[in-house]
Nanobody, 121 residues
């Protein structure tokens, strides 16, 4: 019904920047909060950042001041600008969104399949 697709991952040197995008598609009535999570090998998935439908943002302490989350409601897309990247930022990054479908008006969380971010030292 609803698909979330991430893009923008890749290989970058420490101190560099990447911008990730996540576009939602399908029969969508509205999207509430959207966010980013990440999971490094052998570690639990951790929350990175969230943005509400009204544009309020929250960040995990480890990325605060380096990452910026934003959204384009007309495009059903959430972004995260990642600056001053560190090797410990290496992970698969997943987006999620709280979506109300246009047909059933059913609301639930959806997840993307992830995009790899690798930061070299």
């Amino acid at each position: 019904q609803v698909q979330l697709v991430e893009s923008g991952g890749g290989l970058v040197q420490a101190g560099g920047s990447l911008r990730l995008s996540c576009a939602a598609s399908g029969t969508i009535f509205s999207i509430n909060a959207m966010g980013w999570y990440r999971q490094a090998p052998g570690k639990q998935r951790e929350w990175v950042a969230t943005i509400t439908s009204g544009g309020s943002t929250n960040y995990a302490d480890l990325v605060k001041g380096r990452f910026t989350i934003s959204r384009d409601n007309a495009k059903n897309t959430v972004y995260v600008q990642m600056n001053s990247l560190k090797p410990e930022d290496t992970a698969v990054y997943y987006c999620n969104a709280f979506v109300t479908t246009g047909e059933s008006r059913y609301t639930r969380q959806y997840w993307g399949q992830g995009t790899q971010v690798t930061v070299s030292s």
